[in-house]
């Protein structure tokens, strides 16, 4: 009656509700060469007080998956198919007048664009208070208040000062900081950050992601993290999602796919950081560069780069499968690790 | 902001000395007023002592000097007509002209911010193409081709509007509608424009992640950004305005200041036709200013900082 399988123990070790489960996500874009899919059958698991990592390069897709959950793809963007769950709640479903309530009070996002994202015409307190003058019906004398409290909270000096400056009387950096205020404010479930520190000085950009990492620590958010800095994923994220070409490759806790990549793609991403690599000796690199989007193989998305390339990898496309270790210690039952490639087993060291 | 008012004040003195100089020149082209206000069968002796007594027989140097040293006493010198003094006469005129050009403008502004946005909401959707029709052909419309044209259709044939003057509201519509349609036509088309570009900036996206409904996103994240660009067309549209009422003034019989400047030059009056380009001047000076000051409200990186961040 109360007895505990095996198989229980290692798979339902679920003590972190998940908050967002993303799957099957496809994305089309409609371009002058045609509609192609930027983002392919795309899953993957935030879980509270957790970050995920989106990992990939520039036109992998992982912007596009972000705005896709967030709702705000560009108008020649379509979701074409696929469940954005979120605390059980089928996004993808709602009509954009449902999806509204939930920008804000349930799911915030963070922009890359720090230096442009505001809106030059207004202070930045109105901007901080919009949302709760959208959500709750607050005055504007109320919102700024919470506008104030906000700027605080993010570590902006002097808030009573500066909430009625303009964007362009704040630094970079501060910038962010105000973007990510807004984007906490109503206290959301689900934080996306997308590069959150591309557009800042270096010295700026740990002190973003320190924030963020508060933040989700006081509030218990889940975090998705689009970034394609591996030396930002493995400091400040939970899990990770390496994508290519629009799919998912590979999935993992950060930890296991770090130390023991079951994907070529993840694999050579690794070898190509110059921590890994000997002094004085040339950075290991992958060859060649990924499809454009109308020109996605049949096969493996990334059999043309792949040292492992074989006859079925070119035939038929691996599905994102979850692999077993060697060693069952690195498997963690809330996190399954899972890799889209016909040789994974075979990389497992 | 004061030493920004000296600063323009100072700095419109000089082309309006040069819109003073060119209009006293150009005016003395017309001819002699002797020969219009004489009988035909005047003696050389009564003409030369008519243009003496108006002070016309001096050389144009001295004649300019006169008139500037009257100008600096605000005196701008008498009808050769009525007799009665050319300041007064154009101040009388300019109401009829600005309530024309102010409701004019208003009404041109409010249409085509609508229909902009309308049009802005889906580039090259059925709206935008409507949109972008009509306003093309509302500002290739020539304006006294219109007004003659609504005169023969509204007042002639059916006789709904009258055909001329300022008395009750009908004898508005046509001098409005035809002034309107290009100002109307133009603004269409930067209203679309600036809105489409602000309508795609990160800050819509942003206002997007915060629930911003559609009418919110447009009404107020994408205008105030959009109406830089449409104030400094409106602004220009609204000179030409005043170019347009000489001939929509004259047509429509509207007793403005476009139809006192067509009048006195007919009648070579120059004291009333200086007087009146001089008005019509400084108010174009002053509108300058408005719409400077309208981009400090509208946009605080073009406002001397006050909130230090």
């Known amino acids: ?91 993808a479903r709602l009509s954009p007048k449902q999806r509204r309530k939930f920008a804000g009070p349930e799911l915030g996002i963070v922009f ?65 900081r105000i973007l990510i205020a807004m984007a906490v404010a109503l206290n959301p479930k689900l934080l996306i950050a997308d590069e959150p520190t591309t557009a800042l000085d270096v010295t700026v950009q740990a002190q973003i992601m320190a924030l963020l990492k508060s933040l989700r620590e006081e509030s218990d958010m889940a975090v998705v993290l689009i970034t394609h800095d591996l030396a930002v994923v493995a400091e400040e994220a939970d899990t990770v999602a390496v994508m290519y070409a629009g799919n998912v490759v590979e999935t993992g806790r950060v930890a296991d796919v770090f130390a023991s990549p079951r994907h070529p793609y993840t694999k050579g991403l690794l070898e190509s950081v110059p921590v890994n690599a000997e002094r004085g000796a040339e950075l290991n690199s992958i060859p060649g560069s990924p499809p454009e989007l109308h020109k996605i193989p ?21 599905k994102l499968l979850p692999v077993v270790s060697k060693e069952p210690a690195a498997a963690d039952g809330a996190t399954p690790r899972a890799a889209a490639c016909h040789f994974s087993e075979e990389l497992d060291k | 902001m004061l030493t920004y008012l000296r600063k323009r004040i100072l700095s419109s003195a000089l082309p309006l000395v040069v819109v003073i100089v060119g209009v006293f020149a150009l ?25 003496a007594r108006m002070g016309l027989d001096q050389p144009l140097l001295v004649q300019m000097a006169d008139y500037f040293g009257g100008v600096l006493r605000l005196d701008f010198g008498e009808s050769l007509r009525t007799g009665e003094s050319a300041a007064a006469m154009a101040l009388r005129a300019f109401p009829a002209t600005l309530q024309l050009a102010a409701t004019t403008m208003v009404l041109a502004i409010i249409l085509a911010v609508i229909v902009g946005c309308w049009a802005a909401l889906k580039p090259n959707g059925v709206a935008d193409r409507i949109s972008s029709f009509v306003s093309m052909a509302a500002a290739s419309i020539p304006d006294f081709w219109l007004a003659i044209v609504g005169i023969w259709i509204f007042a002639i044939t059916l006789g709904w509007l009258p055909t001329s003057g300022v008395n009750g509201s009908e004898a508005w519509v046509l001098p409005i509608a035809t002034l309107l349609l290009r100002p109307f036509g133009v603004l269409v088309q930067i209203v679309r424009g600036a809105m489409v570009s602000a309508l795609s900036e990160p800050y ?31 602004g220009d549209l609204t000179v030409g305005l005043v170019n347009g009422a000489v001939v929509v003034e004259t047509i429509f019989g509207w007793p403005g200041i476009g139809k006192l400047m067509i009048d006195s030059i007919l009648q070579r009056d120059f004291a009333v036709l200086q007087a009146a380009v001089l008005l019509t001047a400084v108010a174009i000076f002053v509108l300058n200013i408005l719409i400077d000051l309208g981009y400090a409200l509208l946009d605080a990186r073009v406002r001397p900082a006050t909130v230090k961040a």
């Open chain 1, 112 to 176: 890359q664009d720090a230096l442009t994202a505001l809106n030059p015409v207004y202070p930045v307190g109105a901007q901080l208070g919009e949302a709760f003058r959208i959500h709750h019906g607050l005055s504007a004398k109320e919102a700024k208040a919470k506008a104030v409290d906000l700027m605080r909270r993010v570590g902006i000096p002097e808030p009573e000062a500066r909430v009625n400056a303009y964007p362009h009387q704040f630094s970079g950096g501060m910038r962010q």
């Open chain 2, 204 to 234: 819509i996206k942003l206002a997007r992640s915060k629930g911003a409904g559609d009418v919110r996103i447009v009404t107020h994240h994408a205008l105030r950004n959009a109406a830089a660009p449409a104030l400094t067309v409106a």
């Open chain 1, 1 to 91: 009656m109360s007895t505990v399988t095996a198989a229980e123990t290692t798979t339902t070790d679920r003590s972190l509700p998940v908050v967002l489960k993303v799957e099957g996500l496809n994305v089309d874009l409609r371009t002058p060469r045609g509609t192609v899919r930027a983002v392919d059958n795309v899953g993957f698991e935030a879980r509270a007080g957790q970050t995920l990592a989106l990992l990939g390069e520039s036109g992998c897709g992982k912007s596009m998956t972000a705005k896709a959950v967030a709702g705000l793809l560009d108008p020649i963007a379509d979701v074409d198919g696929g469940e954005i769950l979120l605390n059980g709640t089928d996004l």
């Open chain 1, 298 to 318: 049949a096969g493996c998305v990334y059999q043309d780069r792949c040292p492992l390339v074989q006859e079925v990898c070119r035939a038929e496309r691996p």
């Open chain 2, 27 to 51: 005016a003395r082209l017309t001819g002699n007023p002797a020969t219009l206000y004489l009988p035909l069968n005047a003696t050389e002796q009564m003409r030369a002592d008519f243009t």
